[in-house]
């Protein structure tokens, strides 16, 4: 191992299992986080099969991880696991896809640190919300990002022309994702809730073999073959 400037390294991650490493991880990151021992975390078992794809002979053993979750006690516990960069270690935060601290927890973490004043240092690689923007040919100066929308019927149509409303009013692009296996009821309430020259990007597995992007009218949308999306991440974009 080399020395590390301790500090909070937030630790891209692939998008899709089946992509090679190379081609989404920049190789500064891989030696890098070679030098990582403790690690914040999304799951453990996402966590160690990424480390053992950057290299297979990556010591596991010799690592510590904490899961990050809902019942993670923000002021004690994590306060308690950063006391390794306070003893000047290093340590790393994995999401289980993508950027760490974006749509996921690990912004606690984050946010823990800087109350410490601990340094923290975000690395490059790829992120599913800033591809989509890229790729969608919409508004990439005006934007939200809304997470997941309701899911009970009736709120879920509410919220969508929610965010239609707010598109034309504003100006900004409306990003939103679903779990898997709803996307195709997204897609479904998306073409039947808004209005026929409204835009809509649908950017699934983005960076793997089965990346799907495309960019259409509500109307254009109706008259095209759906694509399959039940087991692909996706992100649904509206825009005028």
């Not at 030696?31 to 996402?46: A, D, L, Q």
């Not at 923000?74 to 290093?90: A, C, Q, R, T, V």
């Not at 004043?117 to 690689?125: M, R």
Request: net charge positive; proline share 6%.
């Amino acid at each position: 191992m080399v020395f590390m400037k301790p500090a909070l390294y937030l630790i891209p991650s692939k998008l899709g299992e089946n992509t090679e490493i190379e081609s989404v991880i920049p190789a500064k990151n891989i030696e890098t986080v070679k030098n990582i021992r403790h690690f914040i975390v999304e799951s453990r078992k996402c966590a160690v099969r990424f480390l053992i794809e950057l290299d297979k002979n990556f010591p596991i053993d010799e690592c510590s991880f904490y899961e990050l979750s809902e019942h993670t006690d923000e002021k004690k516990d994590l306060s308690k696991i950063l006391s390794f960069l306070e003893k000047g270690e290093p340590m790393g935060v994995l999401s289980d896809a993508g950027c760490p601290a974006v749509g996921d927890p690990g912004s606690r973490a984050v946010e823990i640190a800087h109350k410490k004043n601990l340094e923290v240092i975000p690395l490059a690689g790829p992120n599913s919300m800033i591809m989509a923007i890229m790729a969608s040919g919409f508004n990439g100066q005006n934007f939200a990002f809304n997470g997941y929308l309701p899911v009970k019927n009736g709120e879920r149509e509410s919220k969508l022309k929610q965010l239609e409303n707010r598109m034309y009013k504003e100006n900004q692009t409306q990003l939103f994702i679903e779990t898997p296996y709803r996307n195709e009821k997204m897609l479904e309430a998306i073409l039947r809730i808004c209005r026929p020259e409204t835009k809509l990007c649908v950017a699934a597995g983005i960076t793997t073999e089965k990346q799907f992007i495309k960019t259409k009218t509500i109307v254009q949308w109706k008259k095209t073959p759906k694509p399959e999306l039940s087991k692909i991440p996706a992100m649904f974009l509206i825009y005028k």
